[in-house]
């Protein structure tokens, strides 16, 4: 059974903290993404790469940062928790062609408080 | 960017009625896959429609691509408590370089069904 598992279902941290949400892929995907879901304003992308030690910025990338060191391995990275960063979010991966399904982890609820 | 609107934001209704959900844009994309997604999980592919004017069923769901590929619905008929979810519209870049393949996503419409 084909699975994206993301290191932390929930989490809850301090303003200035920094904070890692991890995200493994077993199906060889080379392209991986983030996503936060708020409430109203649906999936929005936050950083994506196609392929190892690549990445792209996406629509609202400002006060994260990401690392893919492995294939399998895409994290996103909060240098600095803000409130307003509290939020659900969502790795997710594909094989690389435009209409390839994504394939979504069960989420990580951060809390920044 | 908000390049997909998706409507109605929220829908209610009794089991059995039909509905419809609309994904509008005046972009055109490559693809448009739709997703639905419950309570604490994350979404689930339910239908990919590629080619302009395509229809597709899944059981008592319809889903139809405009012939120009900016626009999508899907359509339940007679709903039941188990369609209940969160459906997302997503839209494929047709771009090029690093924007090709790019998925925008709808806000979604959270559906409610009453047994």
């Known amino acids: 059974d084909v699975k994206v598992t993301q290191s932390s279902r929930y989490l809850v941290k301090r303003t200035g903290e920094k904070v890692f949400l991890e995200c493994v892929q077993d199906m060889d995907h080379e392209n991986m993404f983030w996503y936060r879901q708020d409430p109203g304003l649906g999936l929005r992308l936050i950083y994506f790469s196609y392929d190892v030690k690549m990445k792209e910025k996406g629509d609202i990338p400002e006060g994260y940062s990401v690392s893919r060191e492995k294939k399998e391995r895409f994290s996103l990275i909060l240098e600095s928790a803000s409130t307003n960063q509290t939020s659900m979010y969502l790795c997710?991966?594909?094989?690389?062609?435009?209409?390839?399904?994504?394939?979504f982890g069960e989420g990580s609820r951060l809390t920044v408080l | 960017t908000q390049l997909l609107e998706q409507s109605p934001q929220f829908l209610s209704i009794q089991e059995g009625e039909n509905l419809t959900v609309y994904c509008n844009s005046s972009?055109?994309?490559?693809?448009l896959q739709w997703y639905r997604q419950e309570p604490g999980e994350g979404p689930v592919l339910l239908v990919t429609v590629v080619t302009g004017g395509e229809v597709k069923k899944l059981k008592r769901l319809t889903f139809q691509f405009g012939d120009a590929r900016k626009d999508s619905s899907l359509h339940i008929t007679a709903a039941q408590p188990g369609d209940t979810g969160l459906y997302l519209c997503a839209g494929a870049d047709e771009g090029r370089g690093s924007t090709l393949g790019r998925l925008y996503f709808g806000r979604g419409t959270q559906l409610t069904v009453w047994p």
């Open positions: 972009s055109v994309f490559s693809s």
């Open positions: 997710a991966s594909r094989r690389p062609r435009d209409t390839g399904e994504l394939f």
